[in-house]
């Protein structure tokens, strides 16, 4: 019996076709890559559930600028009443 270096029993199992893996391994590898391929399709918005996401997103976004336009005039409509009560008190004490 011949003695092998070491180096060259590694290149041998380097060079060597992989280990066939099992039928669990390879069902975990195919959730992973199905985890995966969703989890981008959904990060582009091709999913239905994304697309769902996005036109509620859309619809909030819309509510919040209507209140925020809301507020804005109730704020512009106080300002005026108080100007308004202003000048009308300047004008009772005759000023």
Known sequence: MKAKKLATLNESLDTAEPAQLSRREREELERQRKKLHYQKLQAEGKTEEARADLARLAI????????????????????????????????ALGK
């Open 60 to 91: 909030i976004k819309q509510q919040r600028a209507e209140a925020a336009k809301k507020r804005e005039d109730e704020k512009k409509e106080k300002e005026m009443a108080k100007i308004q009560k202003s000048a009308e008190t300047q004008r």
